[in-house]
């Protein structure tokens, strides 16, 4: 959808940006596919990203701009696709499987969504803290979770249906480093913070900046949108 939604824009892949130097006459941005000049750039990387310093801004980013940042890391929520052979065990498609655990907080639970759009599919969600646990333990240690909670359910069915799982990586994926940004408590201004305007060139845009659409596709959409419109102002092309 992503793809489609963009293909008349010139967009190129597999080009990760190492540097972003605005003290020349034009903004100069290093990537491994090779630098180039620009009379302004919008950033949309997430804040994990961003914290991670993966990309070398000079001048360097405002500290107000990176307190932001630091109060806003990303949180986590994965997912755990289990393939079944069509058997769907009496559960509705596109539904929520929820189960009451022993332990609220900190709980070490997921739970699913049942065969979404009616593919064979059940996909378990775990977030936070375990969340994170399970992605530094990898897939098996994910899936083999995520049975072991169905069987508490369903019985020695689960594993007379089960043919594959996985389990999404975002977690240490050194592209997106999480979920989404979240605002640690006590710091909800974090958001409207990372979003001032910085001086000169270089524009942060994307879901941490979304404001009440946050953490969703069409917020970083709107995001990029308003930050672009700036971008066009400011350089008296609107
Ligand atoms: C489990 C889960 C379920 C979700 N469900 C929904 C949902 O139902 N609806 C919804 O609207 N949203 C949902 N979201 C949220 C949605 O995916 C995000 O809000 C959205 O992707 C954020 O878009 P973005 O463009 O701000 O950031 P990203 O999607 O993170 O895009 C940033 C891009 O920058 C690239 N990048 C990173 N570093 C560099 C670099 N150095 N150089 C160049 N490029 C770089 C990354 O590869 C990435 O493509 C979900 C997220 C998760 C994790």
New binding site residues.
């Given amino acids: 959808m992503v793809a489609r939604f963009g293909a008349d824009l010139p967009v190129t892949l597999n080009?990760?940006?190492?540097a972003i130097d605005d003290t020349g006459p034009s903004v100069r941005i290093e990537?491994a596919a090779g630098s180039i000049s620009a009379k302004a750039v919008i950033v949309?990387?997430?804040t994990g990203?961003l914290a991670a310093e993966?990309?070398r801004f000079t001048p360097g980013l405002p500290d107000a701009t990176l307190g932001a940042i630091g109060n806003m890391p990303m949180g986590?929520?994965?997912?755990v696709p289990l393939l079944f052979d069509g058997y769907h065990f009496g559960l509705k498609s596109n539904e929520w499987l929820a189960y009451k655990v022993p332990e609220e907080m900190p709980a070490q639970a997921c739970y699913f969504l049942t065969w979404p759009f009616n593919m064979d599919l059940m996909v378990g969600?775990v977030g936070g803290k375990f969340g994170w646990e399970l992605s530094a333990a990898g897939p098996d240690a994910a899936v083999d979770f995520a049975l072991g909670e169905l069987r508490k359910i369903f019985g020695e069915k689960v594993d007379q249906h089960f043919i594959k799982g996985d389990f999404?990586n975002?977690a240490y994926?050194?592209?997106?480093r999480?979920?989404?940004a979240s605002e640690r408590p006590g710091f909800h201004g974090a958001r409207a913070a990372m979003a001032e305007p910085l001086d000169g060139r270089v524009y942060l845009?994307?879901?941490?900046?979304?404001g009440k659409y946050?953490?969703?596709?069409?917020?970083?959409?709107m995001?990029?949108e308003r930050v672009a419109g700036d971008v066009m102002a400011a350089l008296g092309a609107g």
Avoid: F, R
């Fill in positions: 080009a990760p940006v190492t990537s949309t990387v997430s990203v993966t990309i986590l929520l994965a997912k969600l999404t975002w994926d050194p592209l997106v999480g979920s989404y845009a994307g879901e941490a900046l979304a946050s953490v969703t596709c069409g917020g970083a959409y995001s990029g």
